[in-house]
């Protein structure tokens, strides 16, 4: 059965199309956040693997919350990896992952490239297609990335 909301489906499917591809970007860099938690050498090697543990488990529940807004909004979540690979914006340049301010550097620029994709995402899904209840989701999720890169951020050298 269909959720009638009061947004036309062409735009549900629009919008779901955008949190999709967020889903994949999340993916990405949840992927990587769990790589430095395995992989960061360096004299603040403890300090470093329990904070990137601590943003796994946010980026996990971001994860689930935007597959399921898109199940609210009636269409269904991608779910597989080769799908996550053909629609993200993120790339895997993995290398020096193992030098902590290297790793840092990498993922502050992840979580600000999300920052900048959602802050972009916004103007249509509030303006065009009038869904206020997205916008405001993900205006919670850019700031909840802008808080890890400020906490990533003060931890560079
Ligand atoms: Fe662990």
């Known amino acids: 059965m269909k959720p009638v909301l009061g947004i036309p489906d062409q735009d549900l499917q ?11 970007d999340e993916y990405f860099l949840y992927t990587k ?19 990137f543990d601590t943003q796994i488990h946010e980026l996990d529940e971001i994860i689930d919350d935007i ?9 269904f979540a991608l ?3 080769k799908d996550f690979q053909s629609v993200t914006h993120m790339t895997e340049d993995n290398h020096s992952f193992d030098k902590a301010n290297s790793i ?6 992840d979580h600000e490239i999300i920052v900048r994709i959602i802050r972009n995402d916004i103007v249509p899904i509030s ?8 916008a405001d989701f993900v205006t919670g999720i850019m700031e909840q990335h802008e808080k ?5 951020r003060s931890s560079l050298d």
């Open 14 to 24: 629009e919008i779901t199309m955008l949190l999709n591809t967020l889903l994949a």
């Open 33 to 51: 956040t769990r790589n430095a938690h395995w992989n960061v050498e360096g004299p603040n090697f403890y300090e470093l693997h329990k904070l």
């Open 67 to 75: 597959a399921e807004r898109v199940r609210s909004l009636g269409h």
């Open 79 to 81: 779910g597989s990896l």
């Open 104 to 109: 840092i550097h990498t993922l502050v620029n």
């Open 127 to 134: 303006e065009k297609y009038k869904d206020l209840g997205t």
């Open 148 to 152: 890890i890169a400020w906490m990533l």
